[in-house]
């Protein structure tokens, strides 16, 4: 009943763009702090950003700051992550998570819900 689903995610040059979409349903999205993380083959999955449930609320790894945008639409329960200036080392199945804390700090552990991904592969 609950769904998470991504999408957006394909093949770009080093530079480029690309937007994903999560569109979620069976659950009170407003209570949720959501979240995407990323693993690339043979690396533990990473935080990448969360938004609270809280407007202006979020947060970015150290590692895509300055590059990526993520927002939300409540009326829509979906959740986008902009992402700009792509490297190489982005490439990675992509995946939203939804977490009923509102720290927007947790690991991967913490999540309530996930998605089942969407690969972005940044290469030339």
């Known amino acids: 009943q609950v769904q998470l689903v991504e999408s957006g995610g394909g093949s770009v040059q080093p530079g480029g763009s690309l937007r994903l979409s999560c569109i979620t349903s069976?659950?009170?999205?407003?209570?949720?702090?959501i979240y995407w993380f990323r693993q690339a083959p043979g690396k533990e999955r990473e935080r990448v950003s969360c938004?609270?449930?809280?407007?202006?609320?979020?947060t970015y790894g150290d590692s895509v700051k300055g590059r990526f945008t993520i927002s939300r639409d409540n009326a829509k329960n979906s959740v986008y992550l902009q992402m700009s200036s792509l490297k190489p080392e982005d490439t990675a199945v992509y995946f939203c998570a939804a977490d009923r804390g509102s720290t927007c700090m947790q690991s991967y552990y913490g999540m309530d819900y996930w998605g089942k991904g969407t690969l972005v592969t940044v290469s030339s």
């Open positions: 938004i609270g449930r809280i407007a202006g609320r979020t």
């Open positions: 069976g659950f009170i999205f407003g209570y949720y702090d």
